[in-house]
C-alpha cells in the first residue's frame, strides 16, 4: 500500500488496477466509497471541468500568432466571422460558418484566384489549442507541403469560426484543397486539443462526409510530428485522387 | 393543411402539420436556431391544444417529408402495420396519449402495437406528455434483443463498457477494459470510439478486444464504431465483426450527410447476419442518433429535431438492432443548450423509441460548451434507471479523454442498480459471479487475483 493510500479513509476501496494508470490518462483506479467517487478524485473532475470551461471562453492571440507564423514565409491574413461574439457563436453555428462582410473584402482585395492548399487556422471551441499547437504544425506543413511542390495560399487567422469557415474562405481563394487548424471540444483533461480538417474543393454547402479529419493534435494525444505526417498524406493522396471523406481513407498501415 | 386555435380573441394557425409539431414542442434552442420553435409560450400551449385533437391517421395521410423525395418516408408509409395500428386507429393525439398512461395499456398490448404507430405519431403523443408521464409510459415498453446476452429484460440496467483512448493505444484502451470489467460494466456491448477510423487501425482494435473476450468467454459483444462501409470492407476480410455500428438520421438527406443509405444499411446487415457470430440471438446492429443531426446536416424541411429524431427509429427498426442508443448531449447548445434541454429531450427519445418497439440505451452526456453538469446527468440518469432504460454508457470517470465530452462512469451505473435496484444481463451476472467480480446482489468484490487474471489475459 503506497503512501498516499494509507492516508485514505477507512471507508475507501481502492482499485486493484493502480498499476494501469501509467497507459492512459482515462480516469481510472479512482476507488470508490460506497458505488461513489471519494472526493480527491471528485474534486479533481471539477477543477478540469472548470478548466474545460474556461478554455471554451479563451481567446485567441492574433498577434502572437501572426509573429510564430512569420517563419512559414506566407502572407498572414486575419478575418471574422458573422458572429459577433461568444454567446451568438455558442447558438448560431450558421453565423460561425461565414466570413463577414470584411473579411470577403479582405480576401478578395488579396487576389488569389488558385492555389492547391489554403491553411486557416480558426479558433473553434478552445482558442488556447490553437494559440498553443498550430503555429508549430503550420511550419511543418508549409515546408512539406512546398517542397512537394504544392502553391500555397495566404495563411488565415480566423476568430468565431467553425470548421464550414474554410469552405467560403477557400472557394473565394480559389483553393484546391482546405485545411483548418480549429480548437476541439475541449474535454477535461484536455482543454488545449486540436483538430485538423482537410476539404478538397471547398465550397458552400459542403456536408461533413466531404471531409477528412485529423483529430486529438496536443502533447498527450497526437503529437505535432505525427499529425504533421497524416495531414500531409491526406492532402496529398486528396488532391491526387481528386476527392476527401469517406472515399478518402487513411490506408497508412494497412496489411493487404 | 391548417390547424387553428384561438385564445380569447387571439387565433393561432399553423399552416401545417409540420409547423404544428414544431410549435407544440417544448423550447429547446435547436428548434430556434431552424426557426421553428413557437414564438411565444401562448403559442405553443395552443399548438399543443390543437395538436391534441388531430387523429393518428392524419399521419399516414400527410408526410412530413413527401413520400418521392424521401426514402424514410418510404420506408414509414409501406412498412406500417396497418392490424396493429387498428386498436388505436380512431384515436386522436389527446387520446392516444391518455390511453398509453391509462392501466388498459400495459406490456403485452404496448408490443402487439409497436409497428402500427409511426415515428410521426410516437413525437406527437410525447409533446403532449410531462417527463413523469414519459418515464412511466417507457416503463411499461419491453423491448428484448440477445446476440450472446439477453438485453433489455425487466429489473436489468446493461451497460457498454467505451474505453476510448486518443490515440487508439492498445495497453491504454486494455487498461480501460480491466478497470470497467471490474465495476461489472460491458454486458451490452464493449465498443470503442477508434481515434482514427483506418480499415487497419479497426481490425487491430476488433481483434483486440476479441482475443480478450474469447479468452475469458464473457458473454458479452464487441464493436469499433467506424463507419459502415468500413465494417463492410472489413467484413470481407474476414474480421471479427460482431457488430456493425452506424450513426443514422430522420431523412434521406440527414443519412446521405451521414454517407449511408437504406440500401448501404441493408448490405451490412445481411453481411453481419450471414457472419451467425451470436450465440443465443442474432440482433447484429447497434446504432446511434441525436436530436440535432438532420439540422446539423441542413436536412430538416423544417420538422422540428425532436420529430426528426424519432424518424431515425424507423431505420433501426428496419435492422432488428441489438442496441439503439440517443447520444443525447453530445451535439451541443446550438440543439441543447442546457441541463433542462438535455433531460427532456433524452426522455422523450427513450419513450419514443421503446414505444416503437426499440432497444432504447442512453448516452447520458454533454459537453463543456453547454450549460450542464454531473449534477444535471445524475438527475437524468436517475430518471433513465425509473423509465427502465435499455443501457447507459460505462467510461472511466466519466470523461472520455478521447470524444472529448463527458457521459456516465462506471460508479454511475453502480449507483443506479444498487440505488433502484437493477441487475446486469443474465449471462453477464452469472459470468460476474462466476470469476468473483461481483456476489449475487451485486456488490463490488475487491479481489486482486482476478484482476491479475484479467491483466494476464489482455497482455497476450
Known sequence: MSGEEKNRHPYIVSDHTAALKQFTRARIALGRTGTSVPHKEALAFKLAHAAARDAVFSMLDVNALHDELKPAGLPVMHLKSKAADRDQYLQRPDLGREPDERSVALVKAYGCDSCDVCIILADGLSSEAVNRHAPALVRLLVNRLAQAGFTLGPLIIAEQARVAFADPVGQLLGAGLSLILIGERPGLSSPQSMGAYITYRPMRGLTDEGRNCVSNIHPAGLSIGQAAEKIAYLVRESLRRKVSGIALKDETGLLP | MAYKYSIGHLTYTFNDLKTLLARATPFRSGDALAGVAATTYQEHVAAQIALADVHLDVFLREALVPYEQDEVTRLIIDSHDAAAFKPIGHFTVGQFRDWLLSDACDTAVLKS????????????????????????????????????????????????????????????????????ILYGSGDAVIGINPAGDSPANTRRLLEMIDNFRRQFAIPTQSCVLCHVT????????????DLTFQSIAGTQSANASFGISLSLLEEAYQATLSLNRGTIGNNVMYFETGQGSALSANAHYGIDQQTCETRAYAVARKFNPLLVNSVVGFIGPEYLYNGKQIIRAALEDHFCAKLLGLPMGMDVCYTNHAEADQDDMDTLITLLGVSGCTFIMGVPGADDVMLNYQSTSFHDALYLRRTLGLRPAPEFEAWLVQQGIMDRQGNQLPDAGTYTRLLGGIGQ
Not at chain 2, 137 to 159: D, H, M, P, Q, Y
Not at chain 2, 230 to 241: C, R
Request: hydrophobic share 40%.
Open chain 2, 230 to 241: 468500413t465494417t463492410l470492407d472489413l467484413i470481407e476480410k474476414h474480421a471479427p465483426v
Open chain 2, 113 to 180: 402495437l409497436a409497428n402500427g404507430i409511426t415515428p410521426e405519431m410516437a413525437a406527437a403523443v410525447s409533446k403532449l406528455m410531462r417527463n413523469q408521464e414519459l418515464i412511466a409510459a417507457a416503463k411499461k415498453c419491453e423491448v428484448l434483443t440477445s446476440f450472446r446476452n439477453t438485453i433489455g429484460l425487466s429489473g436489468r440496467l446493461s451497460t457498454r463498457l467505451q474505453p476510448n483512448h486518443p490515440t487508439d493505444d492498445p495497453a491504454g484502451i486494455s487498461a480501460s477494459i480491466i478497470d470497467g
